[in-house]
């Protein structure tokens, strides 16, 4: 059906919505999207809890170099075992 313009007129068939393979790539779109955010997500907050780990240890290696350190500054004598 043409109108007086030359551009066909929308039939009933013509109607508002999506088929089925438009849903379906909207869909699988979407959850390639959302699986790959996730896989993100995932990533930094390992890297985050294994960079807290490591500054975890580093702090402890630094108090327990600082005690070592003091102790053998309060000692009077170095005792050495004989060979």
Do not use: C
């Not at 909207?26 to 990533?43: D, K």
């Not at 294994?50 to 003091?70: F, H, R």
Request: no cysteine; aromatic share 4%; net charge negative.
């Amino acid at each position: 059906m043409r109108t007086s313009h030359g551009t066909t007129a929308p039939t009933p068939h013509d109607a508002d919505g999506f088929t089925l393979i438009e849903l379906l790539l909207y869909v699988s779109i979407a959850a390639i999207l959302l699986l790959s955010i996730m896989t993100f997500i995932g990533a930094l907050l390992e890297s985050r809890v294994k960079n807290t780990s490591i500054a975890e240890v580093e702090q402890q290696g630094v108090q327990v170099l600082q005690q070592v350190t003091q102790a053998v500054r309060n000692s009077e004598t170095i005792i050495t075992p004989s060979p």
